[in-house]
C-alpha cells in the first residue's frame, strides 16, 4: 500500500485553482456536495504493484489528489486477472471514497470468458471515465522472410499452422486480439500462452515464437530499431512516433483490429451522481493538464479522448459483448 500526499504549497495552490475550475467546468456536481471529499480516498489497484495498471493508478492518483484537494491511498490487491480487487472495490460503500482502476483485462476479458464471476463488470460499478489509451504493435521475429503485413499474411496463408504467435496467457487481450487477426484475414497460428511477458519478448526474438500481438511497451522501439524484432502494424488512432513508418491497421483497411487498450476509473455502484459528475470533472482537468500529456507520452500511453460516465459504461458493455462473440465464434477458452 502506498499513499499520495500533497504539501501546505499544494494546498494553498489548489483552493485557486479549484475556484477556476467550478468556474469553468459548470458541472453539477462541482457546485454541489461540497463536503467531497473531506477524508483519505481510496484507488484500488486490482494487481500487484509494477505493472501497467498499477503505474496508471499511480500516475492518475498523485494528479488527482492535487485536483480534489485530499490524500489518495493505493491500495493493490491483486490477483485472478484483477477480479480479486475488482470485487472488493465492487462491494464497497458507494460514497466515493473507495475507487478502482478499471482495465480490459478485468472489465472485458473476464466477464467476455468467465460466466462465474463474482462481480458484474457493468451493474455492479459506476463507471466514471477513461484515463489512457494504450496502442497494441505486431511484432515479428526478423529471420520470417516478410516486411510487411501483406507479406506477413501471405506467408501465413503459405504456411499453415507453422507460425506460432506468443501472448500473456489464455484469456489475455493479446491472446483475444491475435485471435481477431487471424479471424480477419483468414489465416492460422498456434497459441502458446506465456504467464510471464518478458519471456513471451525473450523468446520472439530468439525465435522460439514468430509473432506476438502485445500493448506497446518502451522497449519495443529499442528492439526494433536494434533489428531484433519487426514491428508490421499498429492499432492506434495514428502512426506511432516511436515506428513512424509502420501504418495503422486503419491504413491496412482493417478498422475493426485497429482497437487500443484503456484503462479506466471507476467507483462501486449506487454512488451519488453528484460525486460521480465531481471526480469526472476533476480526471478531465487532470487529463487537460498539458504536464499529464507529457507525463503519459515518457509513460509511452496515449491521453483518451473525453469519455462521461455514461459513455464509458456503453464502451465496456460494447466491448464485453464484441469479444463474447469472438469467443464463442472461435470456440476460446481461458484456462
Given at each position: 500500500?502506498?499513499?499520495v500526499?500533497?504539501?501546505?504549497?499544494?494546498?494553498?495552490?489548489?483552493?485557486?485553482?479549484?475556484?477556476?475550475?467550478?468556474?469553468?467546468?459548470?458541472?453539477?456536481?462541482?457546485?454541489?456536495?461540497?463536503?467531497?471529499?473531506?477524508?483519505?480516498?481510496?484507488?484500488?489497484?486490482?494487481?500487484?504493484?509494477?505493472?501497467?495498471?498499477?503505474?496508471?493508478?499511480?500516475?492518475?492518483?498523485?494528479?488527482?489528489?492535487?485536483?480534489?484537494?485530499?490524500?489518495?491511498?493505493?491500495?493493490?490487491?491483486?490477483?485472478?486477472?484483477?477480479?480479486?480487487?475488482?470485487?472488493?472495490?465492487?462491494?464497497?460503500?458507494?460514497?466515493?471514497?473507495?475507487?478502482?482502476?478499471?482495465?480490459?483485462?478485468?472489465?472485458?476479458?473476464?466477464?467476455?470468458?468467465?460466466?462465474?464471476?463474482?462481480?458484474?463488470?457493468?451493474?455492479?460499478?459506476?463507471?466514471?471515465?477513461?484515463?489512457?489509451?494504450?496502442?497494441?504493435?505486431?511484432?515479428?521475429?526478423?529471420?520470417?522472410?516478410?516486411?510487411?503485413?501483406?507479406?506477413?499474411?501471405?506467408?501465413?496463408?503459405?504456411?499453415?499452422?507453422?507460425?506460432?504467435y506468443?501472448?500473456?496467457?489464455?484469456?489475455?487481450?493479446?491472446?483475444?486480439?491475435?485471435?481477431?487477426?487471424?479471424?480477419?484475414?483468414?489465416?492460422?497460428?498456434?497459441?502458446?500462452?506465456?504467464?510471464?511477458?518478458?519471456s513471451?519478448?525473450?523468446?520472439?526474438?530468439?525465435?522460439?515464437?514468430?509473432?506476438?500481438?502485445?500493448?506497446?511497451?518502451g522497449?519495443?522501439?529499442a528492439?526494433?530499431?536494434?533489428?531484433?524484432?519487426?514491428?508490421?502494424?499498429?492499432?492506434?488512432?495514428?502512426?506511432?512516433?516511436?515506428?513512424?513508418?509502420?501504418?495503422?491497421?486503419?491504413?491496412?483497411?482493417?478498422?475493426?483490429?485497429?482497437?487500443?487498450?484503456?484503462?479506466?476509473?471507476?467507483?462501486?455502484?449506487?454512488?451519488?451522481?453528484?460525486?460521480?459528475?465531481?471526480?469526472?470533472?476533476?480526471?478531465?482537468?487532470?487529463?487537460?493538464?498539458?504536464?499529464?500529456?507529457?507525463?503519459?507520452?515518457?509513460?509511452?500511453?496515449?491521453?483518451?479522448e473525453?469519455?462521461?460516465?455514461?459513455?464509458?459504461?456503453?464502451?465496456?458493455?460494447?466491448?464485453?459483448?464484441?469479444?463474447?462473440?469472438?469467443?464463442?465464434?472461435?470456440?476460446?477458452?481461458?484456462?
Open positions: 500500500m502506498a499513499s500526499f500533497l504539501d501546505q504549497v499544494n494546498r494553498r495552490q489548489f483552493i485557486g485553482t479549484t475556484a477556476s475550475l467550478a468556474s469553468a467546468i459548470s458541472l453539477p456536481g462541482y457546485a454541489q456536495d461540497a463536503n467531497f471529499p473531506n477524508k483519505i480516498v481510496t484507488l484500488v489497484v486490482p494487481f500487484p504493484a509494477g505493472g501497467s495498471v498499477d503505474d496508471a493508478g499511480r500516475a492518475i492518483g498523485e494528479r488527482l489528489s492535487k485536483v480534489l484537494g485530499q490524500t489518495i491511498i493505493i491500495d493493490n490487491k491483486g490477483g485472478a486477472g484483477g477480479a480479486i480487487g475488482s470485487t472488493f472495490a465492487a462491494k464497497a460503500k458507494p460514497d466515493g471514497y473507495t475507487l478502482v482502476v478499471t482495465s480490459q483485462s478485468s472489465h472485458v476479458a473476464n466477464p467476455a470468458f468467465l460466466s462465474n464471476l463474482p462481480y458484474d463488470a457493468v451493474k455492479d460499478f459506476s463507471p466514471i471515465t477513461l484515463i489512457e489509451r494504450v496502442p497494441f504493435v505486431l511484432l515479428v521475429n526478423p529471420n520470417l522472410p516478410v516486411k510487411t503485413m501483406v507479406e506477413f499474411v501471405a506467408y501465413a496463408k503459405a504456411n499453415p499452422g507453422r507460425l506460432n506468443a501472448s500473456s496467457g489464455n484469456g489475455s487481450m493479446p491472446h483475444l486480439n491475435m485471435e481477431l487477426l487471424k479471424s480477419q484475414y483468414g489465416i492460422f497460428m498456434t497459441h502458446i500462452p506465456y504467464r510471464v511477458a518478458g513471451a519478448l525473450t523468446d520472439l526474438m530468439s525465435g522460439q515464437v514468430q509473432a506476438l500481438f502485445n500493448p506497446v511497451q522497449s519495443h522501439e528492439f526494433v530499431k536494434q533489428g531484433r524484432l519487426r514491428a508490421l502494424a499498429i492499432a492506434s488512432p495514428t502512426r506511432l512516433s516511436q515506428f513512424p513508418d509502420t501504418p495503422t491497421f486503419a491504413e491496412l483497411n482493417q478498422s475493426e483490429l485497429n482497437l487500443t487498450s484503456w484503462t479506466g476509473i471507476a467507483a462501486p455502484a449506487g454512488t451519488p451522481d453528484v460525486i460521480i459528475q465531481k471526480l469526472y470533472a476533476a480526471l478531465r482537468a487532470v487529463l487537460e493538464d498539458p504536464a499529464t500529456a507529457n507525463a503519459w507520452r515518457q509513460r509511452g500511453v496515449m491521453l483518451p473525453a469519455m462521461p460516465p455514461a459513455e464509458y459504461r456503453k464502451e465496456i458493455s460494447d466491448r464485453i459483448a464484441f469479444y463474447k462473440k469472438l469467443i464463442k465464434a472461435k470456440n476460446l477458452s481461458a484456462e
